[in-house]
Protein backbone atom coordinates (compact mmCIF):
# COMPACT_ATOMS: atom_id res chain seq x y z
CA UNK A 1 0.00 0.00 0.00
CA UNK A 2 2.70 2.19 0.70
CA UNK A 3 4.44 1.92 -2.31
CA UNK A 4 0.79 2.24 -4.40
CA UNK A 5 0.91 5.84 -2.10
CA UNK A 6 3.90 6.92 -3.71
CA UNK A 7 3.32 5.52 -6.94
CA UNK A 8 -0.33 7.83 -6.48
CA UNK A 9 2.26 10.97 -5.44
CA UNK A 10 4.11 10.74 -8.30
CA UNK A 11 1.68 10.01 -10.83
CA UNK A 12 -0.24 13.25 -8.98
CA UNK A 13 2.83 15.15 -9.27
CA UNK A 14 4.18 14.48 -12.47
CA UNK A 15 7.61 14.44 -10.64
CA UNK A 16 10.19 11.98 -9.24
CA UNK A 17 13.21 13.42 -7.24
CA UNK A 18 15.52 10.73 -8.50
CA UNK A 19 17.17 10.86 -4.96
CA UNK A 20 13.84 10.68 -2.88
CA UNK A 21 12.49 8.13 -4.86
CA UNK A 22 14.88 6.32 -6.52
CA UNK A 23 14.88 2.55 -4.48
CA UNK A 24 11.01 3.11 -5.20
CA UNK A 25 11.28 3.83 -8.78
CA UNK A 26 11.17 0.53 -10.41
CA UNK A 27 8.55 -0.85 -8.59
CA UNK A 28 6.42 1.96 -9.75
CA UNK A 29 7.79 1.83 -13.28
CA UNK A 30 7.24 -1.66 -13.67
CA UNK A 31 3.58 -1.48 -12.49
CA UNK A 32 1.16 -2.14 -15.20
CA UNK A 33 -1.52 0.05 -15.92
CA UNK A 34 -4.03 -1.94 -13.78
CA UNK A 35 -7.66 -0.83 -15.03
CA UNK A 36 -9.16 1.13 -11.77
CA UNK A 37 -12.03 -1.35 -11.66
CA UNK A 38 -9.36 -4.63 -11.01
CA UNK A 39 -8.59 -2.76 -7.90
CA UNK A 40 -9.84 -2.14 -4.26
CA UNK A 41 -11.20 1.05 -3.16
CA UNK A 42 -8.15 3.08 -2.40
CA UNK A 43 -8.41 4.01 1.19
CA UNK A 44 -7.76 8.53 1.51
CA UNK A 45 -4.34 8.92 0.92
CA UNK A 46 -2.86 9.58 4.76
CA UNK A 47 -1.90 13.29 4.78
CA UNK A 48 1.77 12.90 4.40
CA UNK A 49 3.57 15.32 2.91
CA UNK A 50 5.42 14.08 -0.02
CA UNK A 51 9.03 14.99 -0.82
CA UNK A 52 8.41 18.58 -2.56
CA UNK A 53 11.04 19.00 -5.24
CA UNK A 54 12.30 22.53 -5.84
CA UNK A 55 11.15 23.31 -9.21
CA UNK A 56 7.63 22.46 -8.20
CA UNK A 57 5.88 25.78 -8.48
CA UNK A 58 1.80 24.26 -7.97
CA UNK A 59 0.61 24.92 -4.71
CA UNK A 60 1.05 22.09 -2.47
CA UNK A 61 -1.68 19.68 -2.43
CA UNK A 62 -1.72 18.01 0.66
CA UNK A 63 -0.86 20.07 4.18
CA UNK A 64 0.03 18.93 7.48
CA UNK A 65 -2.54 18.00 9.87
CA UNK A 66 -1.89 21.22 11.86
CA UNK A 67 -2.65 24.52 11.07
CA UNK A 68 0.18 25.97 9.59
CA UNK A 69 0.42 29.36 7.01
CA UNK A 70 0.75 28.12 3.79
CA UNK A 71 4.11 29.14 1.77
CA UNK A 72 2.89 32.11 0.42
CA UNK A 73 6.22 31.66 -2.37
CA UNK A 74 6.58 28.02 -3.56
CA UNK A 75 9.89 28.58 -5.46
CA UNK A 76 13.21 27.64 -4.38
CA UNK A 77 14.18 29.81 -1.41
CA UNK A 78 17.21 32.35 -2.31
CA UNK A 79 20.61 32.14 -0.51
CA UNK A 80 19.80 35.53 0.74
CA UNK A 81 17.25 34.56 2.85
CA UNK A 82 18.53 31.83 4.93
CA UNK A 83 22.47 30.94 4.35
CA UNK A 84 23.28 27.82 4.74
CA UNK A 85 26.75 26.01 6.33
CA UNK A 86 26.37 23.79 3.04
CA UNK A 87 23.49 22.25 0.89
CA UNK A 88 25.38 19.06 0.44
CA UNK A 89 26.96 17.20 2.97
CA UNK A 90 29.04 13.87 3.04
CA UNK A 91 29.52 11.95 6.32
CA UNK A 92 31.36 8.65 6.91
CA UNK A 93 30.08 6.08 9.29
CA UNK A 94 31.14 2.27 9.23
CA UNK A 95 29.29 -1.14 8.88
CA UNK A 96 27.57 -2.12 11.59
CA UNK A 97 26.69 1.20 12.82
CA UNK A 98 23.10 1.62 13.71
CA UNK A 99 22.86 5.42 13.39
CA UNK A 100 24.96 8.20 11.61
CA UNK A 101 24.51 11.77 12.53
CA UNK A 102 24.87 15.23 10.54
CA UNK A 103 23.52 18.47 10.95
CA UNK A 104 22.55 21.55 8.59
CA UNK A 105 22.93 25.09 10.05
CA UNK A 106 21.16 28.09 9.04
CA UNK A 107 21.59 32.26 9.60
CA UNK A 108 18.57 33.94 8.43
CA UNK A 109 20.59 36.95 6.61
CA UNK A 110 17.63 38.79 5.44
CA UNK A 111 15.44 41.50 6.97
CA UNK A 112 11.89 39.95 7.55
CA UNK A 113 11.06 36.82 9.28
CA UNK A 114 11.45 33.53 7.90
CA UNK A 115 8.64 31.07 9.20
CA UNK A 116 9.71 27.74 8.46
CA UNK A 117 6.43 25.50 8.19
CA UNK A 118 7.96 21.96 7.60
CA UNK A 119 10.86 19.83 7.26
CA UNK A 120 10.56 16.74 5.56
CA UNK A 121 13.15 13.97 5.45
CA UNK A 122 13.53 11.65 2.29
CA UNK A 123 13.43 8.24 3.32
CA UNK A 124 14.59 6.18 5.86
CA UNK A 125 15.88 9.12 7.68
CA UNK A 126 14.56 11.40 10.77
CA UNK A 127 15.15 15.01 11.56
CA UNK A 128 15.33 15.16 15.35
CA UNK A 129 14.81 17.30 17.95
CA UNK A 130 13.54 20.62 15.69
CA UNK A 131 11.47 22.65 17.35
CA UNK A 132 7.69 22.75 17.06
CA UNK A 133 6.28 24.10 13.56
CA UNK A 134 5.27 26.52 12.38
CA UNK A 135 8.93 28.25 13.39
CA UNK A 136 9.86 31.38 13.09
CA UNK A 137 13.39 32.45 13.05
CA UNK A 138 14.13 36.33 13.32
CA UNK A 139 16.52 38.51 11.72
CA UNK A 140 19.89 37.50 12.15
CA UNK A 141 19.46 34.25 14.29
CA UNK A 142 20.90 31.11 13.50
CA UNK A 143 18.87 27.68 13.56
CA UNK A 144 20.43 24.24 13.31
CA UNK A 145 18.56 20.49 11.62
CA UNK A 146 20.05 17.94 13.14
CA UNK A 147 19.44 14.81 11.18
CA UNK A 148 19.69 10.92 12.19
CA UNK A 149 19.67 8.18 9.61
CA UNK A 150 18.81 4.98 10.22
CA UNK A 151 21.32 2.42 9.00
CA UNK A 152 19.88 -0.79 9.38
CA UNK A 153 20.63 -2.83 6.77
CA UNK A 154 22.33 -0.69 4.95
CA UNK A 155 25.25 -0.91 2.71
CA UNK A 156 27.62 1.47 0.13
CA UNK A 157 26.41 4.91 -0.60
CA UNK A 158 23.05 6.23 0.52
CA UNK A 159 22.38 9.72 -1.54
CA UNK A 160 19.27 11.32 1.04
CA UNK A 161 17.54 14.67 1.13
CA UNK A 162 15.78 16.93 3.23
CA UNK A 163 12.94 19.40 2.08
CA UNK A 164 12.37 22.22 4.36
CA UNK A 165 9.33 24.78 3.79
CA UNK A 166 9.18 28.16 4.26
CA UNK A 167 6.74 31.36 3.82
CA UNK A 168 10.18 32.71 1.50
CA UNK A 169 9.97 29.10 -0.65
CA UNK A 170 11.74 25.57 -0.36
CA UNK A 171 14.71 24.44 0.42
CA UNK A 172 16.34 21.43 -0.61
CA UNK A 173 19.57 20.11 1.36
CA UNK A 174 21.64 16.98 0.15
CA UNK A 175 23.65 14.59 1.77
CA UNK A 176 25.69 11.69 1.21
CA UNK A 177 26.07 8.69 3.31
CA UNK A 178 29.15 6.61 2.82
CA UNK A 179 29.17 2.99 5.01
CA UNK A 180 32.36 1.88 4.76
CA UNK A 181 33.56 -1.56 5.80
CA UNK A 182 34.55 -2.24 9.04
CA UNK A 183 38.49 -1.56 8.53
CA UNK A 184 40.70 -4.33 11.18
CA UNK A 185 43.73 -3.03 12.85
CA UNK A 186 46.82 -4.56 11.12
CA UNK A 187 49.25 -6.64 13.64
CA UNK A 188 52.17 -6.88 14.11
CA UNK A 189 54.56 -9.72 15.71
CA UNK A 190 54.80 -8.00 19.36
CA UNK A 191 50.89 -8.02 18.88
CA UNK A 192 50.44 -11.83 18.10
CA UNK A 193 52.83 -12.38 20.88
CA UNK A 194 50.72 -9.98 23.25
CA UNK A 195 47.67 -11.41 22.16
CA UNK A 196 48.83 -15.07 22.74
CA UNK A 197 50.48 -14.16 26.16
CA UNK A 198 47.21 -12.35 27.56
CA UNK A 199 44.60 -15.36 25.84
CA UNK A 200 47.05 -17.64 27.80
CA UNK A 201 46.19 -16.12 31.45
CA UNK A 202 42.71 -15.70 30.12
CA UNK A 203 41.21 -17.77 27.55
CA UNK A 204 38.04 -15.61 27.68
CA UNK A 205 40.05 -12.54 27.36
CA UNK A 206 39.49 -12.70 23.31
CA UNK A 207 35.64 -11.61 23.69
CA UNK A 208 36.55 -8.20 25.52
CA UNK A 209 38.16 -4.67 24.96
CA UNK A 210 40.25 -4.34 21.98
CA UNK A 211 40.12 -8.47 21.20
CA UNK A 212 36.59 -8.11 20.66
CA UNK A 213 36.80 -5.76 17.57
CA UNK A 214 38.17 -8.94 15.36
CA UNK A 215 36.96 -11.87 17.52
CA UNK A 216 33.51 -10.77 18.48
CA UNK A 217 32.16 -8.44 16.44
CA UNK A 218 31.89 -9.40 12.87
CA UNK A 219 29.82 -12.41 14.12
CA UNK A 220 27.05 -10.23 16.00
CA UNK A 221 23.81 -11.25 14.75
CA UNK A 222 25.20 -14.47 12.24
CA UNK A 223 24.36 -17.68 11.97
CA UNK A 224 26.00 -20.92 10.13
CA UNK A 225 28.89 -20.51 7.30
CA UNK A 226 28.94 -16.57 8.46
CA UNK A 227 29.51 -17.15 12.00
CA UNK A 228 31.78 -19.62 11.49
CA UNK A 229 34.31 -17.17 8.96
CA UNK A 230 34.07 -14.19 11.44
CA UNK A 231 34.18 -15.92 15.03
CA UNK A 232 36.11 -19.51 14.09
CA UNK A 233 37.99 -19.16 10.99
CA UNK A 234 40.25 -16.21 12.80
CA UNK A 235 41.76 -18.85 14.44
CA UNK A 236 41.13 -21.98 13.10
CA UNK A 237 42.12 -21.27 8.95
CA UNK A 238 44.55 -18.49 10.09
CA UNK A 239 47.37 -18.68 7.69
CA UNK A 240 49.93 -17.34 10.49
CA UNK A 241 47.57 -19.44 13.48
CA UNK A 242 49.95 -20.86 16.28
CA UNK A 243 50.70 -24.31 16.08
CA UNK A 244 48.45 -25.29 19.36
CA UNK A 245 45.18 -24.55 16.86
CA UNK A 246 44.02 -27.20 15.35
CA UNK A 247 42.98 -28.20 11.25
CA UNK A 248 39.03 -28.71 12.17
CA UNK A 249 38.91 -30.27 8.32
CA UNK A 250 41.12 -33.23 9.85
CA UNK A 251 40.26 -34.27 13.16
CA UNK A 252 41.45 -37.56 14.61
CA UNK A 253 38.46 -38.22 16.34
CA UNK A 254 34.48 -38.96 16.09
CA UNK A 255 32.29 -35.64 15.80
CA UNK A 256 28.67 -35.22 15.56
CA UNK A 257 25.99 -32.83 16.32
CA UNK A 258 27.31 -32.80 20.11
CA UNK A 259 30.43 -32.61 19.68
CA UNK A 260 30.81 -29.32 18.08
CA UNK A 261 27.87 -27.70 20.61
CA UNK A 262 29.98 -29.17 23.57
CA UNK A 263 33.32 -27.94 22.58
CA UNK A 264 31.80 -23.93 21.18
CA UNK A 265 29.37 -23.67 24.32
CA UNK A 266 32.60 -24.66 26.51
CA UNK A 267 35.98 -24.68 25.02
CA UNK A 268 38.86 -26.26 26.98
CA UNK A 269 39.64 -25.21 30.19
CA UNK A 270 44.00 -24.50 30.41
CA UNK A 271 43.67 -24.27 26.87
CA UNK A 272 43.45 -21.28 23.76
CA UNK A 273 40.33 -22.22 23.08
CA UNK A 274 37.73 -20.12 24.57
CA UNK A 275 33.67 -20.96 26.10
CA UNK A 276 31.39 -19.49 23.20
CA UNK A 277 28.29 -19.88 25.43
CA UNK A 278 26.89 -16.74 26.81
CA UNK A 279 26.40 -18.64 30.18
CA UNK A 280 30.09 -18.53 30.46
CA UNK A 281 30.43 -15.60 29.16
CA UNK A 282 31.24 -16.00 25.79
CA UNK A 283 29.37 -14.38 22.69
CA UNK A 284 27.03 -16.37 21.51
CA UNK A 285 23.43 -17.30 21.75
CA UNK A 286 22.18 -20.90 21.79
CA UNK A 287 20.71 -20.42 18.47
CA UNK A 288 23.48 -19.41 17.09
CA UNK A 289 25.54 -22.22 18.68
CA UNK A 290 23.60 -24.58 17.20
CA UNK A 291 23.50 -22.83 13.90
CA UNK A 292 27.30 -23.90 13.80
CA UNK A 293 27.33 -27.13 15.18
CA UNK A 294 24.48 -27.86 12.28
CA UNK A 295 26.92 -26.57 9.75
CA UNK A 296 30.36 -28.26 11.14
CA UNK A 297 28.89 -31.54 11.36
CA UNK A 298 27.30 -30.85 7.55
CA UNK A 299 30.65 -29.39 6.37
CA UNK A 300 33.01 -31.94 8.25
CA UNK A 301 31.79 -35.46 8.05
CA UNK A 302 33.36 -37.48 10.66
CA UNK A 303 36.33 -38.73 9.81
CA UNK A 304 36.56 -41.78 12.52
CA UNK A 305 34.27 -43.89 13.57
CA UNK A 306 33.61 -44.41 16.81
C1 LIG B 1 41.17 -17.77 20.06
C2 LIG B 1 41.34 -18.80 19.07
C3 LIG B 1 40.21 -19.78 18.85
C4 LIG B 1 38.93 -19.49 18.45
C5 LIG B 1 38.33 -18.13 18.22
C6 LIG B 1 38.27 -20.75 18.27
N1 LIG B 1 39.10 -21.78 18.60
FE1 LIG B 1 38.62 -23.72 18.58
N2 LIG B 1 40.44 -24.17 19.36
C7 LIG B 1 41.46 -23.28 19.59
C8 LIG B 1 42.59 -23.98 20.18
C9 LIG B 1 43.91 -23.37 20.58
C10 LIG B 1 42.21 -25.35 20.28
C11 LIG B 1 43.02 -26.48 20.83
C12 LIG B 1 42.62 -26.74 22.26
C13 LIG B 1 43.45 -27.83 22.89
O1 LIG B 1 44.50 -27.47 23.40
O2 LIG B 1 43.03 -28.96 22.80
C14 LIG B 1 40.86 -25.41 19.73
C15 LIG B 1 40.11 -26.59 19.68
C16 LIG B 1 38.92 -26.72 19.06
C17 LIG B 1 38.21 -27.97 18.86
C18 LIG B 1 38.70 -29.33 19.30
C19 LIG B 1 39.42 -29.99 18.17
C20 LIG B 1 40.06 -31.30 18.57
O3 LIG B 1 41.27 -31.35 18.44
O4 LIG B 1 39.34 -32.18 19.03
C21 LIG B 1 37.08 -27.68 18.19
C22 LIG B 1 36.02 -28.67 17.75
C23 LIG B 1 37.05 -26.26 17.99
N3 LIG B 1 38.17 -25.70 18.52
C24 LIG B 1 36.03 -25.60 17.32
C25 LIG B 1 35.95 -24.22 17.26
C26 LIG B 1 34.80 -23.52 16.73
C27 LIG B 1 33.60 -24.18 16.06
C28 LIG B 1 35.05 -22.20 16.90
C29 LIG B 1 34.13 -21.04 16.58
C30 LIG B 1 32.92 -20.97 17.37
C31 LIG B 1 36.35 -22.08 17.52
N4 LIG B 1 36.84 -23.32 17.73
C32 LIG B 1 36.96 -20.87 17.82
C33 LIG B 1 41.41 -21.92 19.34
C34 LIG B 1 40.29 -21.22 18.95
C1 LIG C 1 43.48 -7.12 14.36
C2 LIG C 1 42.55 -8.14 14.66
C3 LIG C 1 42.83 -8.92 15.95
C4 LIG C 1 42.82 -8.44 17.24
C5 LIG C 1 42.58 -7.02 17.70
C6 LIG C 1 43.09 -9.59 18.08
N1 LIG C 1 43.23 -10.71 17.32
FE1 LIG C 1 43.60 -12.55 18.03
N2 LIG C 1 43.78 -13.24 16.12
C7 LIG C 1 43.58 -12.49 14.99
C8 LIG C 1 43.92 -13.29 13.83
C9 LIG C 1 43.82 -12.84 12.38
C10 LIG C 1 44.34 -14.55 14.32
C11 LIG C 1 44.81 -15.76 13.49
C12 LIG C 1 46.31 -15.94 13.66
C13 LIG C 1 47.13 -14.80 13.12
O1 LIG C 1 46.92 -14.32 11.99
O2 LIG C 1 48.03 -14.36 13.88
C14 LIG C 1 44.22 -14.47 15.77
C15 LIG C 1 44.52 -15.52 16.61
C16 LIG C 1 44.41 -15.49 17.97
C17 LIG C 1 44.65 -16.62 18.86
C18 LIG C 1 45.04 -18.04 18.45
C19 LIG C 1 46.52 -18.24 18.58
C20 LIG C 1 47.25 -17.75 17.38
O3 LIG C 1 48.08 -16.83 17.54
O4 LIG C 1 47.04 -18.27 16.27
C21 LIG C 1 44.44 -16.18 20.12
C22 LIG C 1 44.57 -16.99 21.39
C23 LIG C 1 44.08 -14.77 20.03
N3 LIG C 1 44.07 -14.39 18.71
C24 LIG C 1 43.81 -13.99 21.11
C25 LIG C 1 43.62 -12.61 21.04
C26 LIG C 1 43.51 -11.76 22.21
C27 LIG C 1 43.55 -12.22 23.64
C28 LIG C 1 43.34 -10.49 21.74
C29 LIG C 1 43.21 -9.18 22.53
C30 LIG C 1 44.25 -8.98 23.54
C31 LIG C 1 43.33 -10.58 20.27
N4 LIG C 1 43.51 -11.87 19.92
C32 LIG C 1 43.16 -9.49 19.46
C33 LIG C 1 43.16 -11.20 14.93
C34 LIG C 1 43.08 -10.35 16.02
Not at 6 to 12: I, T
Not at 84 to 90: P, Q, R, T
Not at 112 to 140: F, K, Q, R, Y
Request: with cysteine; glycine share 6%; aromatic share 6%.
Amino acid sequence: MKLRTYFLWSAALAVCLATACASHKPVAASQPATPVAAVAPTPPIAPVAPPVPMDVLTPMIASPAVAVPPPAYNGPLPNTVLAWDSELKSIDVHEGDAQGHLSFSFTNVSAADVVISNVHPGCGCTAAELPSMPWTVTPGTNGTIPVTINLHGKTGTLFKNLTVTTDKGIKMLNFRVNILPVALPTMTEADRTNNLKIALADRQAVFSGDCAICHVKMGEGKYGKLLYDADCAICHEGEHRATMVPDLHNLKVPTNNEFWKTWISHGKAFSLMPAFAQSEGGPLSEMQINSLAVYLNFTIPSKATP
